[in-house]
């Protein structure tokens, strides 16, 4: 079956940019949780929703990171005002109990 | 001390060898572990869950040692195919991964 999907693959931005990174659960998992990851590290959680609320919101850095799953399917990670310290790769993953299953990505560059 | 801590590598093994990586975490209360490999570029992928007495998958072995709070992966007659990026994480009581910064492995022919 389908797995989970992210767009776009890729973004590059400048500067002081807004920025919407999507994502598109395995169907029927009612959990979504948003990572980011940096070159030779982990995923590092970001944010945790459990149908359309958001569970765990703790990893996110600053106000400047906002996510919504308005629907409870469909998640979309918004960064308002990007600085070059937030480039990475973001991950999405989703779940039905235990287990999380990634998606692929969006590389995120801020120039 | 970080949460969850492995060793980066890169451990460099022949074709056929037996290689074994361990992670440690360091809250007590950690309920749920998985191994996850990721290829370069690539997401991660869940490998294996390990619960109270681990479990076996093929050539993959996880075992959960409680009392000294690891985990820890054997994988038996490495192939080529092996060669990854193998990360450990750990289940918070909000359900959100603590992950390691994974460990580097590289299969020679």
């Known amino acids: 079956g389908a797995g989970v999907s992210q767009t776009p693959s890729n973004k590059v931005t400048e500067k002081g940019k807004y920025v919407e990174l999507r994502c598109d659960p395995i169907?029927?998992?009612?959990?979504l949780y948003w990572y980011r990851q940096s070159l030779g590290q982990g995923p590092e959680f970001l944010i945790y929703f459990q149908g359309t609320g958001a569970a765990d919101d703790s990893g996110l850095p600053n106000d400047r990171f906002f996510a919504v799953r308005p629907e409870g399917s469909v998640s979309t990670l918004k960064i308002q005002r990007t600085e070059r310290g937030d480039s990475a790769v973001y991950l999405c993953a989703s779940s039905l109990g235990q287990g999380q299953y990634f998606g692929p990505g969006t590389r995120l560059t801020v120039l | 001390r970080k949460e969850v801590e492995q060793d980066p590598g890169p451990f460099n093994v022949p074709e056929g060898a037996t290689v074994a990586f361990n992670c440690t975490y360091s809250n007590s209360a950690s309920q749920s572990f998985f191994w996850y490999r990721q290829d370069c570029r690539k997401e991660p992928k869940l490998l294996m869950s390990?619960?109270?007495s681990g479990n076996e998958d093929g050539r993959f072995t996880a075992q959960l040692n409680r009392a000294s709070q690891y985990i820890s992966l054997l994988i038996r007659d490495s192939k080529l195919s092996d060669s990854a990026t193998y990360l450990c994480?750990?289940?918070?009581?909000?359900?959100?991964?603590?992950f390691g910064t994974g460990t580097l492995l590289a299969v020679q022919p």
């Open positions: 390990v619960y109270s």
């Open positions: 994480a750990v289940n918070t009581a909000t359900n959100k991964l603590i």
């Open positions: 169907s029927g998992h009612t959990a």
